[in-house]
């Protein structure tokens, strides 16, 4: 089996304050080799720092703005309702169409927001967020099998996290069966430009970072979540040994990093107490209104404790599905839209003016829009945290600033940035009751969903013959790696923005149901 003369290693979420203790450290020899042997960079992700929109800008080397993925979810504008998004609502092609048509022979396996996935010179295995593996989940039809061949209690989505005494053994053996899928998907699809991506890295210390602790203490003490690195570093190890030679130049590269959440912004409370968002006065009258709020306060004194935390995956399997329901759509869903003039959405941030003719209950009109837009920018700028006095948030961003390309529909008004990325800030997190910012020492978890979060810089590590391609950029950001990757493989992009996939949802109820449990049992929603 050939070697593949590019071989690009993702690590969803892979912090360098981590990597580089740990690799100097001995306890990441893979990743070590490859810095020792190489170039190792920061690697600025997009704004919103989160996995569908970054890894977007990876494949299309273009921003969230000319891509048009934002968030995990678009909002529907009759019915305000969040629905998840894939790929084929991105805008633009990836750099493997540009391979493909140029002759190269390509093969990727598990990029997260590649399903459906587009048809190449080669083959394709969609990532976590695949709802089931049926059509549009792998290219050629079969490939999936191929690459499984009987490997039996393989689980592409996010690992479990309970039971919790075996989660590693679980996250170890996802990965190294992914490492026998790749050998098989190659020995079958030999190709030139090879990608696989590794998700140990993010969903570990999504959910194992002790709450409170700081990245040193962290990179310090190790404990599970390097553990987590080590399932990652041991694949690429296996990896590289199969399928690399010293003809083969290799890039490590992170969609974005991670670090501890300083606390919480709860985006609902504070529009609603600045006046421009209102909860339904019937709410109280609203049988379901009390059951969503005891659902979302039951649901989070269980998690709260350890017991909680290590069944969160499967109390959320068991709860009803009105209560599942009413936990993600709380806010959303009892708002009383024709008097909110703004509201946050997606589970970064994003902010949307309630325009008339744009959304159906829309009361903002043409006029009033920027008015609105100062008098969000002012209650989220004015917060502070509760215990440190400091800042929370460090600026908000309306779109057409931080969004180069001109926008794809879809597009937050604003986006709220909170204080160097370490306060968590979504619509989901909080319900309305809950304080409009919460500290992760002082609050004890209770509004804390996720004891880690994205930072703006994920990690870029290159080595073998065409490394220097990554030296000669000054401070490299995803969007940048798509012509990277064409360089390297000898083919110029042609920079045509048209839409490679088909319109409409390729999900089916069921599975866009498959989709937000795997966002619920990450936290995100
Ligand atoms: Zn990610």
Avoid at 474 to 485: F, G, K, M, Q
């Amino acid at each position: 089996m050939r070697a593949p003369r590019l071989l690009v290693i993702g690590i969803d979420g892979a912090t360098l304050d981590l990597i580089g203790p740990w690799a100097r450290e001995g306890k990441l020899p893979a990743l070590r080799g490859l810095m020792e042997s190489g170039v190792t960079k920061p690697l600025r992700s997009t704004l919103p720092p989160v996995t569908p929109v970054a890894w977007s800008s990876f494949l299309t080397g273009a921003d969230p703005g000319g891509h048009g993925i934002y968030s995990f979810f678009r909002l529907d504008h009759s019915s305000y309702r969040p629905l998840p998004v894939h790929a084929g609502h991105r805008r633009l092609p990836s750099f493997w169409q540009s391979l493909s048509q140029a002759g190269v022979a390509v093969g990727q396996f598990n990029t997260p927001f590649t399903y459906p996935v587009e048809p190449l010179n080669g083959f394709a295995v969609a990532g976590f967020d695949t709802p089931t593996f049926g059509r549009g989940a792998a290219y050629p039809d079969g490939a999936f099998e191929t690459a499984l061949n009987g490997d039996h209690g393989y689980v592409h989505g996010p690992v479990p996290l309970a039971p919790r005494e075996t989660y590693h053994e679980r996250l170890r053996k996802q990965a190294m069966t992914q490492v026998r899928m790749c050998g098989r998907l190659l020995q079958r699809w030999p190709c030139d430009v090879f990608m696989v991506t590794f998700c140990a890295t993010d969903h570990g210390a999504h959910r194992l970072w002790p709450l409170g602790a700081t990245t040193e203490e962290v990179a310090r003490v190790g404990g599970d979540v390097l553990e987590a690195y080590q399932v990652a570093d041991e694949a690429i190890g296996e990896i590289l040994e199969r399928h690399a030679d010293d003809g083969t130049t290799v890039l490590v590269v992170s969609d974005h990093g991670m670090g501890p959440a300083e606390g919480a912004v709860n985006m609902t409370r504070v529009l609603a107490e600045a006046g421009l968002l209102r909860v339904r006065p019937e709410a109280g009258r609203d049988n379901s209104i009390p059951l969503r709020l005891r659902a979302v306060r039951g649901v989070r004194r269980f998690f709260r404790d350890g017991a909680g935390r290590v069944l969160k995956p499967l109390a959320l399997r068991l709860m009803p599905e009105r209560a599942k329901a009413a936990v993600a759509h709380t806010e959303l869903s009892s708002i009383d839209w024709e008097r909110t003039l703004a509201f946050p959405w997606g589970t970064y941030g994003q902010v949307q003016i309630n325009r008339e003719g744009e959304w159906a209950e829309g009361c903002v009109g043409p006029r009033d829009a920027d008015a609105v837009a100062r008098d969000v920018t002012q209650a989220f700028e004015e917060l502070r945290d509760p215990a440190s006095a400091g800042p929370v948030i460090d600026e908000v961003a309306p779109a057409e600033e931080i969004y180069a390309e001109e926008r794809a529909p879809g597009s937050p008004d604003l986006l709220v940035i909170p204080h160097d990325y370490s306060y968590d800030i979504g619509p989901y997190l909080q319900s309305p009751e809950g304080p409009p910012v919460a500290n992760s020492h002082t609050d004890g978890g209770e509004w804390i969903d996720v004891p880690a979060i994205h930072r703006l810089e994920g990690t870029l590590i290159a080595s073998g013959p065409c490394a220097d391609r990554i030296s000669e950029l000054e401070s490299p950001r995803l969007e940048d790696i798509a012509s990277v990757i064409l360089r390297i493989a000898g083919v110029s992009s042609d920079g045509e923005s048209v839409s490679t996939q088909p319109d409409g949802s390729p999900y089916t109820e069921e599975q866009a149901r498959q989709v937000e449990r795997h966002l619920e049992d990450l936290g995100y929603l």
